[in-house]
């Protein structure tokens, strides 16, 4: 098996300035501190080389639009599929800085140039109304929670949603009150999802008494304990007055 050559940034300039002088470029390497630096009327066009997509390219190509916005980075072709979510985040990345992306790809002798997209503008505006939903649900996440029991940054822990801040409200009221119904739990506020809730049964805690009517697995009971402090919050929250004779056995 034929040893793989070993690519230098250098070898990406000749490719780069092919490419550039086909457009009507006047393409020279190594200007004032630019690795390649272009000009075709009053255009002028810079273009830094990297061998793998880092901080430090990033950081020299917006110093770079401090003399002109048409900057692009120029790495040799990655080994990652471009159709997984973290390419789609690197081009993101690249679009939000406002640098445009070539990739070259060495193939033996033979090596091609492509402009994965060329440096414009990025609509912020734009960008969140396509992304209205995911606000939306962020807001949402956030309103159905009723303390902050997530520690941000953390990872490979089990995480506090909304959902499960749900569960935790019924299992406590079902626990200290008996068997209810889902009407019943809601009007106490456990919120519009209870039945669904109670019916998919997700984690387990709850049991069917009767058409109607739940109460509180063992399984659920053991949860309930290492959730004590967000237990008390909600019976604190809870109208007992208004529970009537549903709660009696």
């Known amino acids: 098996m034929a040893e793989k050559k070993k690519i230098y940034e250098a070898d990406l300039y ?8 086909k457009e009507g470029y006047q393409v020279y390497g190594e200007v004032n501190d630019c690795d390649i630096a272009m000009v075709k009327g009053d255009e002028v066009v810079v273009v830094e080389l990297k061998l793998t997509l880092n901080v430090n ?12 916005d048409l900057v692009y980075i120029a790495i040799p072709k990655p080994n990652i599929n471009r159709r997984t979510k973290r390419w789609t ?5 690249i679009r939000r800085l406002e640098l445009g992306l070539i990739i070259v790809s060495f193939s033996g002798n033979r090596k091609t140039t492509e402009i994965v997209f060329h440096p414009t503008p ?3 505006g ?16 956030m309103d159905g929670r009723s303390s902050d029991s997530n520690i941000g940054g953390s990872n490979k822990t ?18 200290q009150y008996g068997p209810l119904s889902p009407k ?14 109670l019916t998919k049964n997700y984690y387990r805690w709850f049991e069917r008494v009767k058409r109607g009517t ?3 697995s063992e399984k659920g009971k053991r949860e309930l304990e290492g959730n004590r402090e967000l237990a008390e919050l909600y019976l604190q929250k809870v109208e007992i007055g208004g529970l009537g004779e549903e709660t009696k056995d």
Request: net charge positive; charged share 35%; aromatic share 6%.
């Open 126 to 141: 734009k960008s969140m109304r396509q992304n209205k939903k995911k606000r939306e649900a962020l807001l949402k996440e």
């Open 89 to 93: 985040d690197l081009c993101h990345l």
């Open 122 to 124: 990025f609509d912020r």
């Open 14 to 21: 000749k490719p780069i300035q092919k490419l550039f002088v």
């Open 214 to 216: 739940y109460k509180i």
């Open 158 to 175: 089990k995480i506090m949603t909304a959902y499960k801040e749900n569960c935790i409200r019924i299992a406590c009221y079902l626990e």
């Open 57 to 68: 390219l990033l950081i020299q190509a917006t110093k770079r639009q401090k003399l002109t």
């Open 184 to 197: 019943k739990l809601k009007e106490m506020g456990t919120g519009d999802k209870t039945s669904s809730i």
